[in-house]
């Protein structure tokens, strides 16, 4: 389901080159201070958004969770984001969706992060359902292994293989993540649209709901 702004809804902005070149900005205080000013108030927005559609798309309440970075004392972060979850306290111990920016690039994509208990779940049933997973997810959705590092590999150059590497991986090593979506290069023009945007985030999310629900 893909709605339109309305009336009583506001346009979203998008996001431009401005959001991006924060992470070029040298040192924690001055970096998180423009990440604070310019990009934390539309990942706010993107909540207000899209947790409506996501709790009728899952089911169940789904709650925003944007970061704060708040342990950080050194290095700035080199990217933000916005989480979605059953949780109303915290999205890292549950299987969430994600909406964030490196310096790059934007991404939107379903995450199962290493200090979720449903890990080995979700493992299990991906291995047993992979014919269902090739079917569902595209061949340019992107699959990474570590949500820290950008970037990572599509689905069609993972082959059946490589997929059934990173979920054994999943299954086994504590350390391990699963994350699946779409990566927006920082200067496609989709970002400027924010309503455009915002209706890819939708299609994504709806992309990858299977994902989601074979985590439990």
Partial sequence: MVLQATSETEVFP????????VFEVPGLEARMSLLIE??????????ERLSPFLTELCGEPMFPHVAKHARRTINPPNDTWIAFAPG??????????QIGLFGSHLFVQF?????SDNKSVF????LNQLDDIAKHIPAHYVWSGNHMVPGGDTQGELGADG????????????????????IIDRNDPLLLDGEAFINKVKETFTTVLPLYKMSF
């Fill in 111 to 115: 995450a199962i992060i290493y200090e």
């Fill in 38 to 47: 310019r990009i934390r108030p539309k990942l706010h927005e993107l909540g």
């Fill in 123 to 126: 493992a299990e049933h991906a």
């Fill in 163 to 182: 997929l059934v590497q990173l979920l054994q991986r999943l299954r086994t090593v504590k350390a391990s993540e699963a994350l699946c979506g779409v």
């Fill in 88 to 97: 109303k306290r915290g999205y890292k111990m549950f299987p969430h969706f």
């Fill in 14 to 21: 998008g996001f431009t080159a401005t959001d991006f070149d």
